[in-house]
């Protein structure tokens, strides 16, 4: 997926999920049932995630190399990538993905900062994504806490899914 079309995938998913959020009732921010997260609790994990993504980012991308080294294959397409992590979670019966109990529980008063906050964040991630070197989206790997190590190309196109993932949860709840 080239750079354009990446920063779109980001801003449109982004978009999604801040336009339901920001339309949802009042009371779901905090609600929570069974095993399962609040919209608050989703918005935290997600701008944690974005956040972490561009810091590293932020990095000199050497340093990147010599942290966690090349790329020793082709890049995925963004099937392959929502695919596999499908499969994943399938197999590991979803007990390696989060602990719902880890995840704090933002107040509504921290709705409108945090709503802010991610979508800046989104905006940072489409805005380095654009700028990156197509040679170094395709070789500098990053870590993912679950799926291992990543392209940086294939890490912003999971990203992409993932918070549709989590806007699709929220959509049926």
Not at 59 to 86: C, H, T, W
Not at 100 to 123: A, T
């Amino acid at each position: 997926m080239e750079k354009e079309l990446l920063a779109d995938l980001l801003e449109e998913k982004n978009q999604t999920l801040l336009n339901f959020l920001n339309h949802q009732d009042i009371d779901k921010w905090q609600e929570r049932s069974a095993n399962k997260w609040s919209s608050g609790q989703h918005t935290l994990h997600l701008l944690e995630c974005l956040k972490h993504l561009n810091n590293l980012l932020s990095m000199p991308k050497f340093l990147l190399r010599m942290k966690y080294g090349k790329a020793n294959r082709e890049v995925r397409s963004y099937d392959q990538i929502v695919l596999g992590y499908i499969q994943y979670v399938k197999d590991s019966n979803s007990n390696t993905v989060i602990n719902l109990q880890n995840i704090k529980s933002p107040s509504l008063k921290d709705k409108e900062y945090l709503l802010d906050r991610l979508q800046v964040e989104g905006k940072k991630l489409q805005y380095k994504t654009k700028k990156i070197s197509d040679l170094n989206l395709d070789t500098v790997v990053l870590p993912h806490p679950i799926l291992g190590k990543m392209p940086v190309r294939e890490l912003i196109m999971w990203t992409g899914h993932h918070i549709e993932h989590h806007t699709r949860i929220l959509q049926e709840n």
